[in-house]
Every structure is written in C-alpha cells, then in structure tokens.
C-alpha cells in the first residue's frame, strides 16, 4: 500500500498543531493533521450540554494575552466575546476573593509581618512562605498544592509559588492582560476554522499508523514525548483531573463567579468547581437551571489524560534527557504543552508555535 505523503504531517490538532498546520498552509506547504481524539482542538475543547449550557470538556479556557499579534491571530478564526476570569477560594465555608486581597491580610495577620522563609527557597513551601504569611498559605495554598499534585509541597520546586500574587485593588479579574475572551461559538469551531482547507484526519493514532504517512518535508509531533520514544528512558510523571458534570434545575446561578477554588482537605479530594453558565456571553445565559464541573486531581497511566508535567527536579531531569534525544531528531519537530513537558497557557502556546515555524522555514536561526 503507497504511504499518504505530504510536505509536513502535523500530529495532534490542539491549539499548537493547529497554529503550525495554518501558518505552514498559509505559506503554500502542502500539510495534513492527524488526530487520534474524535474531536479537533486538543484540550481546549468544548461542547454544548443538553440544558444548552456549552462548557470546556477538559478544564475552563479563558484565552488571555497582551500580544496584538496573537490576538489579531485568534480573531481571524472567531469574533472572542470578553471573559475575564473572576476567582473565589472557599476558606472554611466562607467565599473569599482570589488572589487574596491585601486587606484580608491586613485583617487576619496584621499590617506588618515578616516573611517566614528567609533565602534562597529549595522547595514550593519555602517559596510560598517567603512571599506570604504562614496564615494565608495554610488557609489558601497548602492543602489546594496537596490535592493537586498528590505530594507534599516540600516535595515540589520553588518556581512554582511565582504564580502566586496578592491584590492591591478592587480590580477583581485573575488577570490582566490586555485582550480577554473566549471565542464566540466556541473553542471546537474556532480550530476547525484554523484548520480550514487542510486535511485533518480524526481518530488516527500517528504512533501506531505511521507506516501509513511520509512527511517530505518534516512530521510534527505534539504529542507526549516519552510516549515518542516508547518510554524507553522511564515515563515523565503528569497530573491529570476527573470531571463530574452536574446538572442543578431551579437555579438561576449556584455561585457569584465562574471558578470556586477549594483548598480544604477536609471538604473532599476536589480541587476546583466550574460554573459554566458564567463562562457565556449575555446573550446565551437564559438557561433554566445551572451546569457545574467539579474537578478532582489524579495521576494518569493513559496519554490522553496527560494534563500538568509534574513539576519534580527529577522530572526535569528525565525531560532534559528526552529533550536531547528529541532535538537530535532530523525529520521531526516534537512540540507543544506534551511535547515539551511544560505548561503552557494557549497565548504561549502559540506563541511558541509561531517560533517553531519560524525556525521550520528557515526566518529564524536561534
Ligand atoms: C485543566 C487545564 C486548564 C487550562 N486552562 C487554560 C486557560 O484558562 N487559559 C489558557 O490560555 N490555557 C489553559 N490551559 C492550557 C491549554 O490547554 C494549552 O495551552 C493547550 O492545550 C496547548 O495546546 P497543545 O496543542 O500544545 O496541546 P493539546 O491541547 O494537548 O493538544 C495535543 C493534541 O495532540 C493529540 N495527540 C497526542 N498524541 C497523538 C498521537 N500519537 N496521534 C495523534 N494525535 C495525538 C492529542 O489528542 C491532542 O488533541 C489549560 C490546561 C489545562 C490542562
């Protein structure tokens, strides 16, 4: 049987796979996609729940980013109706805003406290401590990181307290970048017009097909790395989550805001709780009834739930060396949030994207 053969065969159809395959079908290169999921847009998916409410399959997607040209980009595909991303965490019962504000601080630990971590912090604990009262990580942080990772946070790297910050102002939002939203119609229909005119192949597992494909030009793989390379140097750890979609008739909304945090240990092994109906835009929220996901951590055996690269010194060891087996590759470029082990938010990740075409076409060397 004669192989498919195209210029460039692009593995996977999250937001990465589809910004490569546009931005190289764009230039005249002849590209497939293959998909091994039945839907395309990777974990960025959506769909509509039989109430009417849409909502993320594998996690809520707010799309955030201060780059005009990555917002002129996504906007090609879909008009983005504004979102930005409103965060509660639940303390004890109470609904407290998140990031924690200074004046819950100021009321609860005092106005002049010392950092408990002095140094150079060789552990998330240490790091957390050394920008926050112990007070405020242990009622918001502590037990959310445990049922995160499923370890103690002593047992993860310091880096990870960065994404930590304390607000100053009444400005609610998580965030605030420049462009916020979510694309009107959705994320599935978003990609599918991102992919537009290329061929793209649901249901296809390139690793146990690829017999059947030649790439002429390069295969792109954005997929897991380790699972490339058949786990030969031992597997990568990841975090992955369970989803439980519930369905609440007779209320209008459960909660104020679309995201409750749940750090208490006590409370369950959860960690988030979604309300989608505040995801919508105006026009779409006149829905009997409300539509929550509650979110519980675990760690996966199969690929397709991959979602966090564990974020463990060794770990990045192991990765470091996949990565070098990966870079000495000549017909494949493995990229991606799988591909190189890092979290990625979907700015980044295409932002990222544009670099790996770059370099593909010869526009950059570096
Ligand atoms: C829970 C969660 C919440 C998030 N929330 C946000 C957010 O609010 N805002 C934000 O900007 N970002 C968010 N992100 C990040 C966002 O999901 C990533 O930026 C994005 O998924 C990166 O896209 P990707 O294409 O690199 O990876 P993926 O989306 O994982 O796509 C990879 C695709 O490759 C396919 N594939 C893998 N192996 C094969 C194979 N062998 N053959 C064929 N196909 C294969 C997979 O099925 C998948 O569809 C979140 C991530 C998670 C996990």
Redesign the pocket.
Known sequence: MSKISVDYLV????????TIARQLTDEGHEVMV????Q???????DTVHSSGIRY?T???????TSSSRIWEFVNRFADFYKFE?VLQTDVNGQLERWPVHKDYIRKHVGENWEPEFKGQPGNFEEAALSIMPRLIYERFIEGYTRKQWGVLPTQLEPWLAKRFDVSTDDDLRLKKHRYQGIPLGGYEAWAWRMLDGIDCQLG?????ERDRFHARKKVI????VD??FGYDLGPLAYRG?RRSLIFIPNVDYVYQVPQINCPDIAAGPHVRILEWKHTLPEEERNVQGSLLTV?TPFTPDD??D???PFPSTENNELYKRYEARAKALDNVLI?????EYR???????IARAFVHVDRLLGRRQD
Do not use: W
């Open positions: 593995v996977g159809s999250g937001v990465t796979g589809a293959l998909e091994r999921r839907h395309v847009a990777g974990n960025a998916h993320h594998y996690g809520p997607h707010y799309f955030r991303g296809v597992d390139y690793l146990k793989f954005t997929g897991p699972e490339y989550q979110e690929p397709g991959y979602e966090y990229c991606g949030r799988l591909g979290y990625f938010d979907m700015d980044q990740a």
